[in-house]
């Protein structure tokens, strides 16, 4: 089983501030990472599919990089609306999730 | 619109069965594999089972394999989960999610059905 471990995994941050989340994998998964964003009592939404390909309709802040095994993914002028968990996520051999960051607003 | 709508769930006693439903509107969706990822309460994401657009690939988590039987209907645009030997630990939101292929992103989930086992 591929092991994803993001860090960390609790952030507090002030809005436009950056915010970076890593995910390490056990072993080498190419580019199939994505990342996910979670809000209380929401169901998660893609935000970044294949390590840094963008998804329609999710804001021009949220950025993903990486390949292998070690992934990040970005914010950009951080908004209060992105209080959330963020996880990611690979399907290069069976799925795994990533533990989960959780960013709060200061 | 992509819906995807997730029934079944409800309290069962552990060493019970449930099976879950979901139904899908908004796309073809016997293009599409289809997963079930599950969430204790106050945790992460586990994924659960994968069935590939034609049944043709099965995949399950290891903590559920024996145990957890994945099926789908696609004259009837939907999945199941049959879940049998249910234990404690099993206690979860599962969301049903379309997959991009058998090895692409997720990108698309439901509300999610609660299952809780208890006696």
């Known amino acids: 089983e591929i092991v994803l471990t993001q860090s960390p995994d609790f952030q507090s941050v002030t809005p436009k501030e950056k915010v970076t989340i890593t995910c390490r994998a056990s072993?080498?998964?190419?580019?199939?990472l994505h990342w996910y964003q979670q809000k209380p009592d929401q169901s998660p939404k893609l935000l970044i599919k294949?390590?840094?390909q963008s998804i329609s309709g999710v804001p021009s802040r949220f950025s993903g990089s990486g390949s292998g095994t070690d992934f990040t993914l970005t914010i950009n002028s951080l908004e209060a609306e992105d209080a959330a968990t963020y996880y990611c996520?690979?399907?290069?051999?069976?799925?795994?999730f990533g533990q989960g960051t959780k960013v709060e607003i200061k | 619109e992509v819906q995807l709508v997730e029934s079944g769930g409800g309290l069962v006693k552990p060493g019970g069965s449930l099976r879950l439903s979901c139904a899908a509107s908004?796309?073809?969706?016997?293009?599409?594999?289809m997963n079930w990822v599950r969430q204790a309460p106050g945790k992460g994401l586990e994924w659960v089972s994968s069935?590939?657009?034609?049944?043709?690939?099965?995949y399950y988590a290891d903590s559920v394999k024996g145990r957890f039987t994945i099926s789908r209907d696609n004259a009837k645009n939907s999945v199941y989960l049959q879940m049998n030997s249910l234990r404690a630990e099993d206690t979860a939101v599962f969301y049903c999610?379309?997959?991009?292929?058998?090895?692409?992103?997720?990108?698309?989930w439901g509300r999610g059905t609660l299952v809780t086992v208890s006696s």
């Open positions: 999610a379309r997959g991009r292929g058998d090895y692409g992103e997720v990108d698309y």
């Open positions: 908004g796309f073809t969706f016997s293009g599409y594999s």
């Open positions: 069935i590939s657009s034609s049944s043709s690939y099965i």
């Open positions: 072993q080498s998964i190419g580019s199939s």
């Open positions: 294949y390590a840094s």
């Open positions: 996520h690979q399907s290069s051999s069976l799925r795994t």
